[in-house]
């Protein structure tokens, strides 16, 4: 199983990234879909989570309003647009995909079973 998330890189504040997470020896089709971020010297935290249907969908406080998070199973991919960036979006981002069936919830680091290796995100002043 392998997650590679994708779509990082330096962006000014107000600007917008689009992170790809693609899955192979999985069909993501059966797990609930996250998104956590860790920035330098932080603890990694749960940002946007999605059903395995993307019927419910779930945001952190920080991020609510501004990221958007999506899956496409057929093409076994998982998506999250963020737009009006601030600097304290700098971080790196981490996909994971958990068995967990979710009506709205799950931004807990526990219930994932599977991560990616993480892509940059740096947004300047």
């Known amino acids: 199983v392998q997650l590679q998330a994708s779509g990082g890189g330096l962006v000014q504040a107000g600007g917008s990234l689009r992170l790809s997470c693609a899955a192979s020896?999985?069909?993501?089709?059966?797990?609930?879909m996250g998104w956590f971020r860790q920035a330098p010297g932080k603890e990694r935290e749960g940002i946007a989570c999605i059903s395995m249907r993307a019927t419910s969908t779930s945001y952190a406080a920080p991020v609510k309003g501004r990221f958007t998070i999506s899956r496409d199973n057929i093409k076994n991919m998982v998506y999250l647009q963020m737009n009006s960036l601030k600097p304290e979006d700098t971080a790196v981002y981490y996909c994971a995909g958990g068995s967990f069936v979710s009506t709205g919830w799950g931004l807990g680091e526990s219930l994932y079973d599977y991560w990616g290796q993480g892509t940059q995100v740096t947004v300047s002043s």
């Open positions: 020896g999985v069909n993501l089709e059966y797990y609930t």
